[in-house]
Protein backbone atom coordinates (compact mmCIF):
# COMPACT_ATOMS: atom_id res chain seq x y z
CA UNK A 1 0.00 0.00 0.00
CA UNK A 2 2.76 1.90 0.87
CA UNK A 3 4.61 1.79 -2.74
CA UNK A 4 0.71 2.32 -4.27
CA UNK A 5 0.66 5.55 -2.19
CA UNK A 6 3.66 6.57 -3.21
CA UNK A 7 3.13 5.67 -7.08
CA UNK A 8 -0.23 7.30 -7.26
CA UNK A 9 1.90 11.11 -5.22
CA UNK A 10 4.58 10.56 -7.91
CA UNK A 11 2.07 9.94 -11.30
CA UNK A 12 -0.58 12.96 -10.16
CA UNK A 13 2.38 15.51 -9.03
CA UNK A 14 3.84 14.80 -12.61
CA UNK A 15 0.99 15.46 -14.16
CA UNK A 16 -0.23 18.55 -12.10
CA UNK A 17 2.82 19.85 -13.00
CA UNK A 18 2.92 19.43 -16.05
CA UNK A 19 -0.98 19.98 -17.30
CA UNK A 20 -1.77 22.86 -19.77
CA UNK A 21 -5.53 23.35 -19.49
CA UNK A 22 -8.04 24.32 -17.04
CA UNK A 23 -10.73 21.46 -17.99
CA UNK A 24 -7.73 19.42 -18.00
CA UNK A 25 -6.76 19.70 -14.63
CA UNK A 26 -10.11 19.11 -13.92
CA UNK A 27 -10.21 15.98 -15.40
CA UNK A 28 -6.56 15.15 -12.96
CA UNK A 29 -8.66 16.52 -10.12
CA UNK A 30 -11.27 14.16 -10.40
CA UNK A 31 -8.88 11.33 -11.03
CA UNK A 32 -6.81 11.76 -8.38
CA UNK A 33 -8.91 13.24 -5.40
CA UNK A 34 -12.38 12.47 -6.22
CA UNK A 35 -15.05 10.60 -4.76
CA UNK A 36 -14.27 7.90 -7.31
CA UNK A 37 -10.82 8.39 -7.61
CA UNK A 38 -7.31 6.75 -7.14
CA UNK A 39 -6.84 8.09 -4.05
CA UNK A 40 -9.89 7.29 -2.00
CA UNK A 41 -10.17 3.51 -3.67
CA UNK A 42 -6.81 3.15 -1.95
CA UNK A 43 -8.52 4.12 1.31
CA UNK A 44 -10.92 1.68 0.80
CA UNK A 45 -8.49 -0.75 0.93
CA UNK A 46 -7.60 0.52 4.67
CA UNK A 47 -9.98 -2.20 6.31
CA UNK A 48 -7.30 -4.85 4.95
CA UNK A 49 -4.53 -3.66 7.28
CA UNK A 50 -3.18 -4.55 10.75
CA UNK A 51 -4.33 -2.01 13.54
CA UNK A 52 -0.82 -1.03 13.31
CA UNK A 53 -0.65 -0.73 10.04
CA UNK A 54 -3.38 1.53 9.75
CA UNK A 55 -2.83 5.12 11.07
CA UNK A 56 0.66 5.01 10.06
CA UNK A 57 -0.77 4.59 6.39
CA UNK A 58 -3.57 6.54 7.49
CA UNK A 59 -1.18 9.81 8.07
CA UNK A 60 0.58 8.50 5.22
CA UNK A 61 -2.42 8.99 2.98
CA UNK A 62 -3.31 12.16 4.27
CA UNK A 63 0.15 13.45 3.06
CA UNK A 64 -0.10 12.29 -0.14
CA UNK A 65 -3.81 14.20 -0.08
CA UNK A 66 -2.54 17.19 1.42
CA UNK A 67 0.56 17.07 -1.23
CA UNK A 68 -1.80 16.88 -4.16
CA UNK A 69 -4.17 19.49 -3.30
CA UNK A 70 -1.20 21.91 -2.63
CA UNK A 71 0.10 20.58 -6.26
CA UNK A 72 -3.52 21.50 -7.61
CA UNK A 73 -3.83 24.72 -5.87
CA UNK A 74 -0.58 25.79 -7.51
CA UNK A 75 -0.87 24.38 -10.69
CA UNK A 76 -4.48 26.16 -10.99
CA UNK A 77 -3.22 29.39 -9.79
CA UNK A 78 -0.62 28.66 -12.57
CA UNK A 79 -2.77 28.46 -15.18
CA UNK A 80 -5.32 31.07 -13.99
CA UNK A 81 -1.98 33.41 -13.89
CA UNK A 82 -1.12 32.40 -17.87
CA UNK A 83 -4.53 32.86 -19.35
CA UNK A 84 -4.77 36.15 -17.53
CA UNK A 85 -1.46 37.07 -19.12
CA UNK A 86 -2.80 35.52 -22.49
CA UNK A 87 -6.04 37.98 -22.68
CA UNK A 88 -3.95 40.83 -21.80
CA UNK A 89 -1.74 39.70 -24.79
CA UNK A 90 -4.77 39.73 -26.88
CA UNK A 91 -6.42 42.18 -26.07
CA UNK A 92 -3.81 44.67 -25.79
CA UNK A 93 -4.80 47.91 -27.71
CA UNK A 94 -2.06 49.39 -30.26
CA UNK A 95 -2.62 53.25 -29.33
CA UNK A 96 0.24 54.24 -31.79
CA UNK A 97 -2.25 53.21 -34.57
CA UNK A 98 -3.62 56.32 -36.32
CA UNK A 99 -7.57 56.59 -35.73
CA UNK A 100 -10.72 56.95 -37.56
CA UNK A 101 -10.82 60.73 -38.20
CA UNK A 102 -14.30 62.17 -36.78
CA UNK A 103 -15.49 64.95 -39.16
CA UNK A 104 -16.89 67.63 -37.52
CA UNK A 105 -19.30 70.19 -39.06
CA UNK A 106 -18.59 74.02 -39.23
CA UNK A 107 -20.60 76.95 -39.01
CA UNK A 108 -21.70 78.33 -42.34
CA UNK A 109 -20.31 81.73 -43.71
CA UNK A 110 -23.69 83.21 -43.56
CA UNK A 111 -24.39 82.46 -39.93
CA UNK A 112 -21.26 83.32 -39.23
CA UNK A 113 -21.56 86.92 -40.53
CA UNK A 114 -25.22 86.81 -38.84
CA UNK A 115 -23.32 85.92 -35.84
CA UNK A 116 -20.86 88.35 -35.87
CA UNK A 117 -23.24 91.00 -36.86
CA UNK A 118 -25.87 90.13 -33.74
CA UNK A 119 -22.72 90.66 -31.26
CA UNK A 120 -22.44 94.16 -32.33
CA UNK A 121 -25.81 95.13 -32.20
CA UNK A 122 -26.09 93.00 -28.74
CA UNK A 123 -22.91 95.07 -27.22
CA UNK A 124 -25.04 98.30 -28.71
CA UNK A 125 -27.94 97.78 -26.51
CA UNK A 126 -30.29 96.57 -29.86
CA UNK A 127 -32.55 93.45 -29.01
CA UNK A 128 -33.19 90.66 -31.69
CA UNK A 129 -36.48 89.85 -32.41
CA UNK A 130 -37.74 87.08 -35.08
CA UNK A 131 -40.78 87.53 -37.23
CA UNK A 132 -42.78 84.67 -39.44
CA UNK A 133 -42.26 83.85 -43.46
CA UNK A 134 -45.80 83.46 -44.10
CA UNK A 135 -46.55 87.09 -43.30
CA UNK A 136 -50.06 89.33 -43.44
CA UNK A 137 -49.96 91.58 -46.97
CA UNK A 138 -51.25 93.78 -44.70
CA UNK A 139 -48.19 93.84 -42.67
CA UNK A 140 -45.83 93.41 -45.67
CA UNK A 141 -46.80 96.56 -47.28
CA UNK A 142 -50.22 98.51 -45.61
CA UNK A 143 -48.58 99.35 -42.77
CA UNK A 144 -45.69 100.27 -44.60
CA UNK A 145 -46.83 102.80 -46.53
CA UNK A 146 -46.89 100.53 -49.52
CA UNK A 147 -50.80 100.45 -50.55
CA UNK A 148 -52.91 99.16 -53.56
CA UNK A 149 -51.28 99.88 -56.83
CA UNK A 150 -47.45 100.20 -55.38
CA UNK A 151 -45.52 98.23 -57.79
CA UNK A 152 -43.59 95.77 -55.03
CA UNK A 153 -46.89 93.92 -54.35
CA UNK A 154 -47.65 92.65 -58.29
CA UNK A 155 -48.27 89.07 -58.68
CA UNK A 156 -44.35 88.73 -60.90
CA UNK A 157 -43.12 90.35 -57.75
CA UNK A 158 -44.37 88.42 -54.93
CA UNK A 159 -45.12 84.90 -53.75
CA UNK A 160 -49.27 84.91 -52.44
CA UNK A 161 -51.10 82.34 -50.89
CA UNK A 162 -54.66 83.36 -51.72
CA UNK A 163 -55.89 85.00 -54.93
CA UNK A 164 -56.99 88.00 -52.28
CA UNK A 165 -53.30 88.79 -52.14
CA UNK A 166 -53.57 88.80 -48.16
CA UNK A 167 -51.47 86.24 -47.24
CA UNK A 168 -48.02 86.16 -48.47
CA UNK A 169 -44.45 85.00 -48.14
CA UNK A 170 -42.85 87.91 -47.13
CA UNK A 171 -40.83 89.96 -49.30
CA UNK A 172 -38.89 91.73 -46.92
CA UNK A 173 -38.11 91.27 -43.20
CA UNK A 174 -39.33 95.05 -42.26
CA UNK A 175 -43.12 93.81 -41.53
CA UNK A 176 -40.69 93.09 -38.10
CA UNK A 177 -41.09 96.87 -37.53
CA UNK A 178 -44.54 96.68 -38.06
CA UNK A 179 -44.77 93.90 -35.40
CA UNK A 180 -42.24 95.25 -32.90
CA UNK A 181 -43.97 98.51 -33.28
CA UNK A 182 -47.62 96.82 -32.17
CA UNK A 183 -46.25 94.47 -29.38
CA UNK A 184 -43.28 96.38 -27.76
CA UNK A 185 -43.22 99.50 -25.48
CA UNK A 186 -41.23 102.16 -26.79
CA UNK A 187 -37.88 103.16 -26.27
CA UNK A 188 -37.30 100.26 -29.09
CA UNK A 189 -34.13 99.31 -30.14
CA UNK A 190 -34.43 96.27 -32.39
CA UNK A 191 -32.42 93.92 -35.32
CA UNK A 192 -34.18 91.01 -36.98
CA UNK A 193 -32.59 88.18 -39.24
CA UNK A 194 -34.48 86.16 -41.59
CA UNK A 195 -35.74 84.66 -44.83
CA UNK A 196 -37.33 86.73 -47.33
CA UNK A 197 -38.97 85.60 -50.82
CA UNK A 198 -39.34 87.40 -53.94
CA UNK A 199 -40.05 86.41 -57.56
CA UNK A 200 -36.24 86.36 -58.82
CA UNK A 201 -34.18 84.16 -61.27
CA UNK A 202 -31.36 82.48 -59.94
CA UNK A 203 -27.94 84.17 -61.06
CA UNK A 204 -24.29 85.46 -58.96
CA UNK A 205 -26.31 88.06 -56.89
CA UNK A 206 -30.25 87.09 -56.87
CA UNK A 207 -32.25 83.80 -55.32
CA UNK A 208 -35.86 83.69 -54.80
CA UNK A 209 -35.03 83.35 -50.97
CA UNK A 210 -32.11 85.08 -49.10
CA UNK A 211 -31.97 86.41 -45.69
CA UNK A 212 -32.22 90.09 -44.52
CA UNK A 213 -31.26 91.73 -41.23
CA UNK A 214 -34.05 94.25 -40.05
CA UNK A 215 -32.56 97.15 -37.73
CA UNK A 216 -35.13 99.51 -35.75
CA UNK A 217 -34.90 102.37 -33.41
CA UNK A 218 -37.55 104.48 -32.29
CA UNK A 219 -37.16 107.21 -29.34
CA UNK A 220 -37.47 110.71 -28.46
CA UNK A 221 -35.38 113.10 -30.60
CA UNK A 222 -33.87 110.48 -32.96
CA UNK A 223 -32.06 111.55 -35.74
CA UNK A 224 -30.88 110.77 -39.13
CA UNK A 225 -27.12 111.43 -36.87
CA UNK A 226 -27.76 108.73 -34.83
CA UNK A 227 -28.63 106.71 -37.98
CA UNK A 228 -25.51 107.28 -39.55
CA UNK A 229 -22.97 107.19 -36.53
CA UNK A 230 -24.52 103.62 -35.56
CA UNK A 231 -24.09 102.27 -39.30
CA UNK A 232 -20.97 103.72 -39.24
CA UNK A 233 -19.82 102.03 -36.11
CA UNK A 234 -20.89 98.53 -37.52
CA UNK A 235 -19.22 99.02 -40.92
CA UNK A 236 -15.79 99.87 -38.81
CA UNK A 237 -16.79 96.34 -36.71
CA UNK A 238 -17.47 94.91 -39.77
CA UNK A 239 -14.59 95.54 -42.38
CA UNK A 240 -12.02 97.45 -39.85
CA UNK A 241 -11.06 100.54 -38.52
CA UNK A 242 -11.31 103.16 -41.00
CA UNK A 243 -13.58 101.71 -43.48
CA UNK A 244 -15.42 104.86 -45.88
CA UNK A 245 -19.20 104.37 -45.96
CA UNK A 246 -20.98 106.96 -48.60
CA UNK A 247 -25.11 107.55 -48.11
CA UNK A 248 -27.03 108.20 -51.48
CA UNK A 249 -30.30 109.49 -51.41
CA UNK A 250 -32.90 106.67 -51.92
CA UNK A 251 -36.61 106.16 -51.95
CA UNK A 252 -38.62 103.58 -50.03
CA UNK A 253 -42.18 104.33 -49.32
CA UNK A 254 -41.63 103.49 -45.28
CA UNK A 255 -38.99 105.83 -44.47
CA UNK A 256 -38.42 109.24 -45.32
CA UNK A 257 -35.92 110.31 -46.03
CA UNK A 258 -34.64 107.55 -47.34
CA UNK A 259 -30.83 106.41 -48.51
CA UNK A 260 -28.40 103.82 -49.14
CA UNK A 261 -25.12 103.13 -47.73
CA UNK A 262 -22.36 101.89 -49.59
CA UNK A 263 -19.02 100.99 -48.00
CA UNK A 264 -15.77 101.84 -50.28
CA UNK A 265 -14.33 98.71 -51.89
CA UNK A 266 -12.38 96.59 -49.24
CA UNK A 267 -9.99 95.36 -53.12
CA UNK A 268 -9.49 98.79 -54.78
CA UNK A 269 -10.01 101.21 -52.19
CA UNK A 270 -12.32 103.23 -54.00
CA UNK A 271 -10.75 103.79 -57.57
CA UNK A 272 -12.71 101.03 -59.33
CA UNK A 273 -12.02 97.64 -59.87
CA UNK A 274 -14.19 94.19 -60.91
CA UNK A 275 -15.43 93.25 -57.72
CA UNK A 276 -17.33 96.97 -57.39
CA UNK A 277 -17.76 96.74 -60.79
CA UNK A 278 -15.45 99.78 -61.77
CA UNK A 279 -17.48 102.12 -58.76
CA UNK A 280 -15.07 102.11 -56.30
CA UNK A 281 -18.13 101.55 -53.72
CA UNK A 282 -20.27 98.63 -52.96
CA UNK A 283 -23.96 99.12 -52.13
CA UNK A 284 -24.42 97.43 -48.25
CA UNK A 285 -27.74 98.17 -47.19
CA UNK A 286 -31.09 100.76 -46.79
CA UNK A 287 -32.22 103.08 -44.31
CA UNK A 288 -34.31 106.37 -43.26
CA UNK A 289 -36.04 107.85 -40.95
CA UNK A 290 -39.36 106.06 -40.55
CA UNK A 291 -42.26 107.48 -42.39
CA UNK A 292 -44.59 109.60 -39.60
CA UNK A 293 -47.44 107.29 -41.11
CA UNK A 294 -46.01 104.41 -40.25
CA UNK A 295 -45.68 105.26 -36.87
CA UNK A 296 -49.11 107.13 -36.34
CA UNK A 297 -50.65 103.82 -38.44
CA UNK A 298 -49.06 101.78 -35.15
CA UNK A 299 -50.41 104.17 -32.75
CA UNK A 300 -47.26 106.07 -31.88
CA UNK A 301 -47.08 109.98 -32.19
CA UNK A 302 -44.97 111.08 -34.54
CA UNK A 303 -44.75 114.66 -32.45
CA UNK A 304 -43.10 113.05 -29.88
CA UNK A 305 -41.57 110.27 -30.85
CA UNK A 306 -38.90 109.54 -34.07
CA UNK A 307 -37.14 106.42 -35.67
CA UNK A 308 -34.69 105.15 -38.03
CA UNK A 309 -34.69 101.87 -39.68
CA UNK A 310 -32.21 100.00 -42.20
CA UNK A 311 -32.17 96.45 -43.95
CA UNK A 312 -29.74 94.76 -45.86
CA UNK A 313 -29.06 91.40 -47.89
CA UNK A 314 -26.90 88.61 -45.34
CA UNK A 315 -25.83 86.70 -48.48
CA UNK A 316 -24.21 90.33 -49.54
CA UNK A 317 -22.58 90.57 -46.68
CA UNK A 318 -21.73 87.80 -46.24
CA UNK A 319 -20.03 87.31 -49.78
CA UNK A 320 -18.26 90.73 -48.94
CA UNK A 321 -16.85 89.68 -45.07
CA UNK A 322 -15.30 86.57 -46.77
CA UNK A 323 -14.84 87.21 -50.32
CA UNK A 324 -17.05 84.81 -52.00
CA UNK A 325 -17.74 85.51 -55.93
CA UNK A 326 -21.28 83.89 -56.26
CA UNK A 327 -23.78 84.14 -54.19
CA UNK A 328 -25.29 80.42 -55.78
CA UNK A 329 -22.05 78.94 -53.23
CA UNK A 330 -23.96 79.99 -50.32
CA UNK A 331 -26.91 77.63 -51.10
CA UNK A 332 -25.26 74.33 -52.71
CA UNK A 333 -23.85 73.38 -49.50
CA UNK A 334 -21.42 71.90 -51.39
CA UNK A 335 -18.62 70.42 -48.38
CA UNK A 336 -15.66 71.39 -50.07
CA UNK A 337 -16.62 75.34 -50.23
CA UNK A 338 -18.35 75.42 -46.73
CA UNK A 339 -15.04 73.23 -44.92
CA UNK A 340 -12.90 76.32 -45.47
CA UNK A 341 -14.87 78.70 -43.05
N1 LIG B 1 -37.01 96.56 -46.71
C1 LIG B 1 -36.14 97.29 -47.58
C2 LIG B 1 -35.78 96.37 -48.77
O1 LIG B 1 -36.07 95.21 -48.71
C3 LIG B 1 -34.89 97.75 -46.89
C4 LIG B 1 -35.14 98.81 -45.86
C5 LIG B 1 -35.39 98.45 -44.54
C6 LIG B 1 -35.10 100.17 -46.19
C7 LIG B 1 -35.57 99.43 -43.58
C8 LIG B 1 -35.31 101.13 -45.23
C9 LIG B 1 -35.53 100.77 -43.92
O2 LIG B 1 -35.20 96.82 -49.75
Known amino acids: MREQLAKIRAEALAAFESVQDAARLDELRVKYLGKKGELTALLKQMGRLTPEERPVMGQLANDVRAALEGALEASSKKLEASALERRL ?17 RQHP ?72 DALPLPIRMVAPGRVYRKDEVDATHSPMFHQVEGM ?19 EQLFGEGTKT ?3 PHHFPFT ?32 GMIHPRVLEMSGIDPEVYSGW ?31 QF
Request: glycine letters at 10%; charged letters at 30%; proline letters at 3%.
Open 309 to 339: AFGFGLERLALRRFKIDDMRLIFENDVRFLE
Open 110 to 181: MNIALDELKDIFIGMGFQVLDGPEVELAELNFDRLNAGEGHPSRDWSDTFYFDRDSRVMLRSQTSPIQVRAM
Open 256 to 287: EPSCEMDVQCHKCGGVGCSTCKGEGWIELLGA
Open 246 to 248: RFR
Open 89 to 105: QNEALDVTIPGKAVSIG
Open 217 to 235: VIDRGVTMADLKGTLNTVA
